[in-house]
């Protein structure tokens, strides 16, 4: 997966995943499941924070899921970070993704 690149203390940015099986390449349907991205410095062992999937019901069928950042969560130091996504089902069972997100996140002017 590619990096992706924010500036300290920004509140509007997301990020948007297509969750697809290795195998098949079939998406995901998530619809009835909570989909959350956790999120930690590069080489940490705890996170910092965890964001919902703010995804429509059509997007969550075609395996779509969007992590929009809150008002304080860009509130960190610049550096690496990484997260990964993971899924719980209606029925409680959990799945955690298997590749790892990163991000670079830069001072503010």
Known sequence: MSNFYFVKGDDLPAIEVTLTRDVTGDVINTTGSTVVFKYRRKGALSTLGTLSDVSTT????????????????????AGNYEAEVEITNSAGRVETVYEIIDFTLREDF
């Open 58 to 77: 059509t997007q969550k069928t075609n395996g779509i899921a969007i992590f929009q950042f809150g008002l304080t969560d860009l509130d960190v130091d």
